[in-house]
């Protein structure tokens, strides 16, 4: 009791399941999400951004977002070598 944080090991919560997680531990995702009242005229207002939400180790290994990341930086790296 009674020790502060400073702040440096930030706590965040895993979307998935409610867990709190200290940042270094949490994987970063950016989530798509996109708004939109689909209606079919000019009042039509949709709206794609990205949202930057966390999963704990477990949830992260679950869905396989941290292999999802190592593909994607693969896939990188063979176009920067086929150019
Ligand atoms: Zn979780």
């Not at 409610?18 to 207002?45: C, F, I, Q, W």
Request: hydrophobic share 25%; net charge positive; proline share 1%.
């Amino acid at each position: 009791m009674g020790k502060r944080r400073r702040g440096r090991d930030r706590v965040v919560t895993c979307v998935n399941c409610g867990r709190s997680v200290p940042r270094s531990k949490a994987m970063s995702y950016m989530k798509r999400t996109r708004y939109s009242t689909d209606l079919r005229n000019e009042e039509n207002v949709s709206y794609v951004g990205g949202v930057e939400v966390y999963y704990c180790i477990s949830c992260a290994k679950h869905y396989g977002i941290g292999e999802k990341k190592k593909k994607m930086a693969q896939r990188r790296r063979e176009r920067e070598y086929r150019v």
